[in-house]
């Protein structure tokens, strides 16, 4: 089989990889949670490093995106489900016929399509449950790579399924079944897994996801060299501009190929010519969010970013609100002024701050975070 050119740019973390297997296997672990900003490779990492090792070691891989059906996660396990196994079509057709769902499936690339009765949710429950009896029923161990699970924790709605699935996997004295969650809400990381109340409390080990460093700026150059026929970028200045990126592997990568595309063979001349075009799209979302924000919201958001992470009710913290935001009633009800900031920002759809510990709040993404410093004249 050809390799996809896309794999060309691939870094590999295999040995982080053999890390959580090995965990696995030895009885270490049975659930790994993988939590990092956006575009920290989370998702490359579990897809191209954990997958194919772990199918080589004749596991049975199920990758869940719970974006990719953002009304019903138990749909997008259920799709998962199905794309995983091999006979897929002929399970899935003997579930539809016993319940009232009307449906046309398509499996091609894993896409599954469906128009259904309002019996919607029952059905749904059904195939749902036909994918936990079918997962049941292999005979082979089971890995659920389980990306953007903190969108679980966004809508009360999907509790009945995060209970099925933690019972699932946790209840179980066979340990068949392993799974790596990941995310990029550190707040949902805590709705999860951290409190005492949380679905998956005590349920799930953390693991660090370390930045990529040199080697991977190295990697990069090369892959450039080879696709460009011998062109070699300066390698010090790569590196400046991936620490100026905050180490985000997507950006950087994205601007190489731009400039392979385009043959701009200078670093400096690629960021001046790509640099904007690349994060346009990213900040066009950010800008969105942004002018839909009281302003508030935007003020706490703004010392945030300045580094004023903690003391949010303090006189002090009150008055810099106020300076921000002129509006701010620093007098009355002010500490409840501040509260209601905070459980906007923290919770959908922003998920844009986090706890990162009692009274310190800190920004998920620092992307978001730099696009922020930059707006402290438009609240």
């Known amino acids: 089989m050809t390799e996809s050119p896309h ?9 982080l990889a053999k890390k959580i297997l090995k965990g696995f296997q030895s009885g270490l672990a049975d659930r790994i949670t993988i939590f990092a900003p ?75 399509s469906l128009e259904v009765s309002p019996q919607r949710k029952h059905a749904e429950k059904q195939v749902t449950e ?7 029923s292999t005979n082979k161990a089971v890995l659920l790579l389980l990306d953007e699970v903190q969108h679980l924790a966004t809508n009360p709605a999907f509790s009945d399924f995060t209970a099925s ?36 409390y005590n349920a799930s080990s953390n693991i660090d996801f370390p930045d990529l460093g040199e080697e991977f700026v190295a990697f990069e150059l090369e892959v450039f060299k080879r696709i460009t026929g011998g062109v070699m970028l300066d390698k010090a200045r790569a590196i400046e501009l ?11 990568t994205d601007l190489l190929k731009r ?19 690349l994060i346009e799209e990213e900040n066009q979302q950010f800008k969105a969010a942004w002018d839909s924000m009281h302003p508030m919201d935007k003020a706490l958001l703004i010392l945030l970013a300045k580094g004023e992470q903690r003391g949010l009710y303090s006189d002090d913290y009150k008055s810099k609100l106020k300076s921000i935001y002129p509006g701010f009633d620093s007098t009355k009800s002010a ?3 501040i509260q209601n900031a905070v459980y906007r920002l923290k919770g959908p759809p922003l998920n844009a701050i986090y706890s990162a510990e009692h009274g310190v709040w800190r920004f998920t993404d620092p992307a978001f975070e730099q696009f922020v410093q930059d707006q402290e004249d438009t609240v």
């Open 259 to 277: 400039m392979a595309l385009e043959e701009v063979h200078d670093i400096d001349e690629g960021v001046a010519r790509f640099s904007e075009t």
């Open 335 to 337: 500490n409840s002024s």
């Open 242 to 252: 991936f620490d100026t990126m905050r180490r985000a592997p997507g950006g950087f």
């Open 7 to 15: 794999s060309n740019w691939h870094f590999p973390r295999t040995d």
């Open 165 to 200: 699935l933690r019972s699932f996997m946790t209840a179980r004295a066979d340990h068949k079944v392993k799974g790596i969650f990941t995310g990029s809400s550190q707040e949902g990381l805590a709705q999860l897994f951290k409190r005492t109340k949380a679905p998956f």
């Open 130 to 136: 036909a994918a936990f009896e079918e997962l049941e």
């Open 38 to 112: 956006r575009k920290r490779g989370k998702t490359e990492f579990v897809q191209r490093d954990v997958a194919p090792m772990a199918k080589e070691q004749g596991i049975l891989v199920v990758y869940v995106d719970f974006w990719r059906d953002k009304s019903s996660p138990s749909m997008a396990f259920a799709t998962a489900v199905i794309a995983a196994r091999r006979e897929q079509e002929s399970w899935f057709a003997n579930v539809l016929s016993s319940s009232n769902l009307k449906a046309s499936l398509k499996l091609l690339g894993g896409d599954l």
